[in-house]
């Protein structure tokens, strides 16, 4: 049951994390978003409210422990505790190895890894003591195979699906409920393309996705069917492609 949950999203801004709040809220969800950009946070809480929905927002960077605690603070001062977190930022600043932009290396692993491991840190003492909660997070294809341009993109994409699974498994171990899900998403419209600064890898991909892409509310949709699901059931891997791409 997806109504009166109270739901932790980060990278709420814009494309995946924007849709999936928006479809969570119009069917009775209390979501809490995080990002930075304020003002795209603050329009969506107002969307959200004008439809009838209830929203509040923080401000935080993943990357920062006590930004998303405080994320994860504010829902249970706002909405009185805390059911699911959907760890979805990410950047793809996607280029070869070889032209070793280890910075974006490093912000890579920074957001797409640990701020999912700062996301489960945030949750998972009230999870464990309600014997209760739901951990969702953006994945991507290449985190279950290899695309060229993607070595550290995919690395980090491989490591969330992995600790995803690893916490299902000592949740059961430890009869503590807490479900798990991973999404891999393949090529949806969103912002996400503006992270990449390699020219060639950016034209490359401008064309792909112009061609196959589909849009972000596929993936809500997804992560929607995951969150009502009965407390006993963890529906918890997802790809999610367009027709179009092989
Ligand atoms: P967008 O660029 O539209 O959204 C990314 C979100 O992450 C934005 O809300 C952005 O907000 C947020 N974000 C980035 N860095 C940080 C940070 N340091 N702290 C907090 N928030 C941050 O792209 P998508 O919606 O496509 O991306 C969502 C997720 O989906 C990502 O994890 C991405 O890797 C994954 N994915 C996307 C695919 C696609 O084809 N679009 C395919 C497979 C996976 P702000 O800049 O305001 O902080």
Known sequence: MIKDKVIVITGASSGIGEASAKLLAANGARVVLGARRENRLQALVSTIEAAGGQAAYRVTDVTKATDVQALVDLAKTKFGGIDVIFNNAGIMPTSPISALHTQEWNDMIDINLKGVLNGVAAVMPDFTKQKHGQI???????????????GVYGATKFAVRNLMEVIRMESAEEGTNIRTASLYPAAINTELLNTITDKAAKDGMEQFYAQVGITPDAVARVVNFA?????DVNVNEFTIYPTKQE
């Not at 969702?136 to 993607?150: E, L, M, Q, Y």
């Open 136 to 150: 969702i997070t953006t994945s991507s294809v290449a985190g279950i195979k290899s695309f060229t341009g993607a």
């Open 227 to 231: 969150v009502d699901q009965p407390e």
